[in-house]
């Protein structure tokens, strides 16, 4: 069954007035419009564009509730509490996300578990878990670059950095070098990097005083003068790093998250590449278009760049410190124009579907026993004969797709769908094989 669906912008002071609208061709609204969530999550669940289609049911989430086998299949639809693993988005950042980390399974498991029974209300705003699940993401970047910060870097990378700091002190009118002797000595030791994160959260949320207070102040003053020095010239070593705390401190002046981004690898996604994002891996998005899928959970440890709650014991024990290489997840291409993008969690899989004019096709249509399906698969294979491009995936789960360019019919085991830019669908996993005859993008999550 091919089910439309849609939903409605959520506005977050970081988001962006244009992006969303620009990708999915509609007039913006005129505010921040920040992520397009596509799923059963209960916080945006999407809308059924025909509720007659599902005995009535207005959305996703009360349609899984009332048939969850129909919607979901019969394996998720098994346990006591079915629910759909993932959240599809469209994020859009015109300015920098929070610092923060996602839990472990077993982690979120244990802490849903010791916050209510300590009678924290679910809503609160110093709860850590809202929910017992974990949530790993990925993010595939739509704009012609999207800007992070992730995880940790290596000491020697953090020494260059603390480095070029001191030469720009010392080329100062007023030089302060014990600021930096203070980060340095934190710096040191076998768990320098928690330390040093433990330091500066604590010490740096506590007002206008303190060690921290002068290093966040004395690193953004050097920042602007690095800028200066690079308009008549000079060269930097780290330019991007340094225009990232530029950038941070007119976001969050003062904020220690502010120090906390030089210790992270800084990122900067060519358009179709991904990231992903483990349990423990430290990351904030700031600045571009992409699709983010993730298992469907609200469970943040926040670290900075941010007004909210901040439980620094609770964010240590989460955090992964080792360094380790910027975590790009590279496609398996399964067939022609289909790259599927598979952490190596069991709550989703990305798939990206992509089709130009002029494309070969990519097989013949799917099989189907009879009736709508197979109607379905002689139209889509009319199409391929006529030299529109096709493109077929197997589900294992059910899907969520979104056409981000184009149009396509899509075609299953027993119905179809025409697609174009802009509309979503959810399919349930009985369509098997889906065949895509058309020109365009279109991004589909399911289940591994």
């Known amino acids: 069954m091919f089910v439309g669906i849609t939903n409605t912008p959520r506005h977050y002071a970081w988001g962006s007035t244009t992006a969303i609208a620009g990708l999915l061709g509609y007039d913006p609204s005129g505010t921040a419009e920040a992520e397009l969530w596509l799923g059963a999550h209960p916080g945006s669940p999407s809308v059924i564009t025909d509720p007659e289609q599902v005995g009535g049911h207005h959305t996703l989430l009360d349609w899984i509730h009332a048939a969850p086998e129909e919607a979901l299949g019969a394996a998720l639809a098994a346990p006591a509490a079915p629910r759909l693993p993932y959240l599809l988005k469209i994020l859009a950042a015109a300015g920098p996300l929070s610092l923060q980390a996602h839990p472990t399974a077993e982690r979120a498991r244990i802490g849903f578990g010791l916050e209510n029974a300590a009678g924290i209300p679910q809503d609160a705003a110093d709860r850590n878990y809202r929910d017992p699940f974990h949530k790993p993401e990925v993010i595939f970047a739509l704009s012609d670059t999207f800007e992070a910060l992730c ?47 433990d330091w500066l959260l604590r010490d740096g949320r506590g007002g206008d005083s303190g060690e921290v207070a002068w290093l966040v102040e004395r690193v953004v003053a050097l920042a602007v003068s690095a800028a200066d020095l690079a308009e008549s010239g000079a060269i930097l070593d780290y330019p991007l790093e340094l225009a990232t705390v530029r950038d941070l401190a007119r976001a969050y002046p003062g904020d220690p998250g502010i120090v906390i981004s030089l210790l992270t690898n800084r990122v900067s996604l060519r358009r179709g590449e991904v990231l992903y994002l483990p349990a423990g891996n430290i990351h904030a998005y700031l600045s571009g278009l992409g699709v983010e899928l993730m298992a469907a959970s609200d469970n943040v440890l926040r670290g900075g760049l941010s007004p909210k709650h901040i439980d620094v014991d609770e964010l240590l024990e989460v955090l992964e410190f080792t360094p380790l290489p910027v975590p790009y997840l590279p496609p398996v291409l399964s067939s022609p124009g289909v790259s599927e993008y598979r952490p190596d969690v069991d709550d989703f899989v990305l798939v990206h579907i992509a089709a130009e004019a002029g494309d070969a096709g990519a097989g013949a249509a799917a099989a189907s026993p009879g009736g709508a399906g197979a109607d379905a698969g002689a139209r889509a294979a009319g199409a391929s004969r006529a030299g529109v491009p096709m493109r077929q995936f197997t589900l294992t789960g059910p899907a969520i797709a979104i056409c981000t360019a184009g149009g396509f019919l899509v075609a299953g085991a027993g119905a179809s769908v025409a697609l174009k830019r802009g509309e979503s669908v959810y399919i349930t996993p009985d369509e098997g094989t889906l065949t895509f005859a058309g020109v365009g993008e279109v991004f589909l999550a399911t289940t591994p």
Do not use: K, M, N, T
């Open 151 to 197: 995880g940790f870097r290596e000491p020697v990378e953090i020494r260059g950095i603390l480095g070029e700091l001191r030469a720009l002190d010392v080329a100062s009118d007023d030089p302060q070098p014990g600021a930096l002797d203070a980060l340095e000595r934190h710096l040191l030791g076998d768990d320098a990097l928690r330390d040093c994160v």
